[in-house]
């Protein structure tokens, strides 16, 4: 294409058009949060309502089944995202969300609770693959950290208001409870509170259906299916035109090397890039900080909490993890994924040594746990959480991508039902004190593979990262 015909083309791009747009998918960040943190609020009546008290298991299911269907959604989001585009399987997610939403809030069986959770999951795998996928193909190089670390923010602004919701609804419930309204639907919401917990996703969901038809597709898929005056067009508008270009001919390049095989990830010179991503995947999800997410009320009431001052707490948590997921948006193209990551992952490692230290003693200090799980959510919010994400999104050439991301987050999701799944087992064998020491010693290998094996990503373009790992 001959970019003569773009004579009034804007010479810079627009950045507030590409956080507007990059907002619109991380929307699927925030779902991603909300749908897996509101469990952690309504897990106690849900255990109480389906008669569960005594069966770890399927507690464990309650909160599990929804990551068991994030690995099936992570599965398929490669295929799809590459056969349909980044775009239309964003689009797909948000139907799923809200159809998890509508029935997870009014099913009376716990094979029909955990179905529905198991469809939302499916979003939620996808979601997490494909959102942070579009948005670093839509974000010029100097800012792409920033923008991805967006995503990752978006999830933890769900976290909290989720957390936020919880507790106002319970609230609202214990009120209704001395008032005795009149029967109704709404009475029927709030009597189970659980109920109006799932359901108050409906609402960001229709949100994030409606703003998905207004983003552009992406300009790198855009080429995948030889669509170059769209991807160009896209990519001024982006990053000016005398960029574009420049960028536009780079994936090209880039294209034209690719033979697209998902075998290609273990093959030479890819290899090293999958197995960085894999192990962060891995790593991210070992730390702990679902169980935090996920069972913070129990864990709090098992420490002498209230359910009320364990939904408090966890408004605490929320808060935490949001403060410094800015952090880490402000400073992941500043300082460098390498630098946050070690750093993180220290704190890590001595928070979760100290949480074990109080669960572990006859008296645990309330004030001490919080302030302990506190500066675990932080260490992890600016390092192991948004930083694989965007390492993934990073270091893939782009007609394995999507695959390769896919491939990562399948891994990642993995991991999270593991420990989801299996910590009701691990606290009734090892204690509280004993699963967080375990989890410390396995961030252990972190700190080696960070420091010898990751190179540094900022200020890279993508089509640059292909050469470090010297494709043949």
């Known amino acids: 294409m001959n970019p003569d015909r773009q ?31 509101v469990i952690s609020g309504a897990l106690n009546p849900l255990i109480r309502f ?63 609770f955990i179905m529905a959770r198991l469809l939302g999951g499916i979003a ?50 214990e009120d209704m409870r001395h008032n005795e309204p009149s029967p109704g639907f709404w009475h029927f919401m709030l009597t189970d509170v659980w109920r109006s917990m799932l359901a108050s996703e409906v609402f960001p969901s229709l949100l ?49 090397k690719e033979t697209g095989s998902v075998k290609q990830l273990f093959m030479p010179g890819l290899r090293k890039a999958t197995f960085l991503a894999l192990f962060l995947a891995v790593v991210s999800q ?17 420490a002498g909490f209230s359910f009320g001052e364990s939904l408090y707490g966890q408004i605490i948590f929320g808060i935490v993890l949001v403060a410094f997921t800015i952090l880490a948006m402000w400073k992941v193209d500043a300082l460098g994924r390498r630098v946050l990551l070690l750093t993180g992952n220290a704190g890590i490692f001595i928070s979760l040594l100290v949480m074990g230290y109080f669960f572990n003693s006859s008296a645990p200090s309330e004030t001490g746990l919080i302030v302990s799980i506190s500066f675990f959510i932080a260490s992890f919010a600016f390092s192991l959480g948004p930083i694989p994400w965007i390492i993934m999104a990073e270091i893939f050439p782009t007609k394995v991508r999507g695959r ?20 009701p087992w691990l606290s009734n064998h090892l204690g509280e004190h004993g699963t967080f020491w ?30 470090i790992w010297e494709i043949p």
């Open 438 to 467: 375990l989890l410390a010693v396995l961030t252990l290998p972190t700190f080696f593979v960070v420091a010898t094996m990751l190179p540094e990503t900022k200020g890279k373009s993508l089509e640059e990262m292909e050469r």
């Open 286 to 302: 070992f730390s702990g900080i679902d169980i935090v997410l996920h069972y913070g009320p129990i864990i709090l009431e098992r």
């Open 7 to 37: 004579t009034n083309a804007p010479l810079k791009g627009s950045i507030l058009y590409v956080t507007m747009i990059s907002m619109v998918a991380a929307l699927g960040g925030f779902l991603f949060g909300f749908d897996t943190a």
């Open 124 to 173: 939620v795998g996808m979601a997490a693959m494909v959102a942070p996928l579009y948005i670093s193909e839509v974000s010029p190089p100097k800012i792409r950290g920033r923008m991805v670390s967006m995503y990752q923010f978006a999830i933890t602004v769900g976290v909290l208001c989720a957390y936020f919701s919880n507790d106002y609804l319970r609230r609202l419930s």
């Open 50 to 112: 389906f008669h569960v008290e005594n069966d770890p298991v399927l507690q464990g299911w309650l909160v599990s089944s929804i990551i068991l269907g994030s690995v099936l959604g992570a599965a398929l989001s490669g295929y799809t995202a590459d056969r349909y585009g980044r775009k239309k399987m964003l689009i797909v997610t948000g139907f799923l969300f809200l159809i998890s939403s509508v029935g997870s809030a009014i099913v009376s069986e716990f094979s029909l």
């Open 208 to 256: 994030f259906l409606v703003l998905l038809f207004f983003v552009p597709r992406s300009p790198r898929f855009m080429m995948m299916r030889n669509k170059e005056e769209a991807a160009l067009r896209i990519l001024i508008r982006v990053s000016g035109l005398q960029a574009a270009t420049r960028e536009l001919a780079e994936i090209k390049e880039a294209m034209r």
């Open 404 to 423: 390769a991301m896919a491939l990562a987050t399948l891994t990642l999701f993995a991991a999270n039902w593991l420990m989801a799944q299996m910590f």
